[in-house]
């Protein structure tokens, strides 16, 4: 009896063995699984979104919006938050501490103050592109030349702020190197940038502005009436550089790199500015 009593004994602890071995085995195996798909989620995921910070003249808003969404093409994990306004009010944001990465202004000025006060790399400073500088007008109005600009029916013209807007400082370049500025000079209607200098014309504001060639281009409600003798104002060129203190200087060297390229050129080129020389 006690014979039979320890066989059944040792086939009960037997098979108790064996259904620990399996759970152990189950459980060794979930857990390798858990394992492995912990370590692929933490795969997907490791791209980082990185944004770059971009304070660039509001002459490129159009522009910008294609170029960001082919720049995302190629580069999926960089997103950019861009910062618009006139090269002057940008330049001022930046020496205050505003970050950014990347600096495009309308005008050499603007950068040169950057380079001066130590924020730029006068090496990095590079041409992104040219434009032209335009009169436009009112739907109707008729303006044969400059000259026309000193008619008792041309009561308001806009332009930029010369102080802090490069398209501005053009168009007063134009005024005064064609001996006009004196006799216009009671019918100006300075704009913070641009973009507002358009904006007068085309809500009546104003009949006439001084405004980009690349502002201008598909814009239906105004006319390019004239556009002003290169002769008459300084290069209009809008150089680009990397700042500095940049927290995303790789990223921000490729979206400059990508800019300059032939497919950045391209899509610049179609909204109306030019190659640099």
Do not use: R, W
Not at 194 to 217: E, N, P, R, W
Request: charged fraction near 25%; include cysteine; glycine fraction near 8%.
């Amino acid at each position: 009896m006690k014979k039979k009593f320890g066989v059944l004994s040792l086939a009960l602890c037997l098979m108790l063995g064996a259904v620990g071995c399996s759970n152990s085995g189950s459980s060794s195996s979930s857990n390798s699984s858990s394992g492995a798909s912990s370590d692929a989620s933490s795969s997907k995921s490791s791209g980082k979104e990185i944004e770059l910070k971009i304070s660039e003249a509001a002459s490129l808003q159009e522009a910008m919006v294609e170029i960001e969404k082919e720049f995302k093409q190629v580069n999926p994990d960089v997103k950019l938050t861009v910062n618009l306004g006139s090269s002057g009010t940008l330049m001022q944001q930046i020496q205050e501490g505003a970050e950014c990465d990347v600096f495009i202004s309308a005008g050499a000025k603007q950068m040169d103050a950057l380079v001066e006060d130590g924020t730029i790399n006068k090496d990095d400073v590079k041409t992104l592109l040219i434009n032209d500088l335009v009169l436009v007008a009112a739907k109707g109005e008729k303006i044969d030349s400059l000259d026309d600009l000193k008619s008792d029916s041309i009561t308001k013209i806009a332009i930029g702020d010369p102080e802090s807007v490069p398209a501005g400082k053009y168009a007063k370049e134009v005024l005064d190197n064609t001996k006009l500025y004196d006799a216009v000079q009671s019918k100006l209607v300075l704009g913070k940038d641009v973009k507002q200098v358009l904006s007068y014309v085309q809500q009546g504001a104003a009949q006439v502005g001084f405004v980009y060639l690349s502002d201008a281009h598909g814009v239906d409600d105004v006319d390019v009436v004239l556009t002003t003798d290169e002769d008459t104002h300084s290069e209009i060129a809008y150089p680009i550089a990397v700042l500095k203190d940049s927290k995303q200087s790789d990223a921000a060297k490729q979206f400059e790199d990508f800019l300059l390229s032939d497919a950045g050129q391209a899509i610049l080129e179609k909204y109306g500015f030019k190659k640099a020389k």
